[in-house]
């Protein structure tokens, strides 16, 4: 297993000339804020720095972000072509996202669920309204469980949206709130149990699907279940 040797030490999933993917540990910003907290763009910036004896500002294009309490797959672009591409990929929607959830409840076996979300910035809250309230925005996702055991359910679940909070609020809204989610769910010791399990996309310029996965770490309560792709 290779890591960027940083610190935090980040393990690198998939790199080539154009591309660097790490799994993001919970706790870990996405990018830099003013708290200061570590950062996996900034980290990955010193891992290129380090790695490749790089001078100056070392260009690492951010894609797509994660909670900081949510663990998982992170690409980043290494050029700017291949920043546009994917980011292009993403707005067309065809990157695939999936996450891993552990929530308490009885969810169906399979569902799709479809809600209009609306975001107070001031308290970087999201919640359900009206789909004719103004500012709303469609929020859909589909999911499959995977394993139940002891009142909580393993779920793998597919983005088909991208909106802020929208697996957190979405599940809650049909109860099924996430463990550990301090914010709409059931507070428990540690962070939430929600993680970007898998990221899909074509590559930039090998033009070839691409299909990057990211396992939880393997302590509660993901280890109550088997994981499986």
């Not at 002891?150 to 909106?163: E, M, P, V």
Request: glycine share 6%; proline share 6%; with cysteine.
């Amino acid at each position: 297993m290779k890591t960027t040797g940083t610190n935090p030490d980040l393990e690198i999933l998939y790199e080539d000339n154009h591309l660097l993917s790490i799994c993001k540990p919970a706790g870990v910003l996405s990018q830099e804020d003013r708290t200061g907290d570590p950062d996996a763009l900034t980290l990955g910036k010193e891992y290129l720095k380090n790695e490749y004896n790089k001078p100056g500002n070392v260009f690492l294009g951010l894609l797509h972000r994660l909670d900081k309490p949510v663990s998982g797959v992170m690409v980043m672009a290494k050029t700017s072509k291949s920043a546009a591409r994917i980011s292009e990929q993403i707005r067309q929607r065809t990157v695939k996202k999936s996450y891993l959830a552990v929530v308490r409840g009885e969810p169906e076996d399979f569902n799709y669920l479809t809600h209009y979300l609306l975001k107070d910035t001031a308290s970087n809250r999201v919640a359900v309204v009206e789909d004719d309230q103004k500012g709303a925005k469609c929020a859909e996702l589909m999911y499959q469980t995977l394993d139940r055991k002891n009142g909580l359910a393993l779920l793998k679940i597919k983005l088909i949206t991208g909106r802020a909070h929208q697996i957190r609020v979405q599940l809650t809204e049909v109860n099924l709130p996430i463990l550990g989610d301090k914010k709409y769910g059931i507070t428990a010791p540690g962070h939430i149990a929600l993680h970007a399990f898998e990221f899909e996309f074509t590559h930039p310029t090998l033009k070839k699907p691409i299909s990057i996965q990211c396992y939880p770490p393997p302590k509660e309560p993901w280890a109550f279940f088997k994981i499986e792709s």
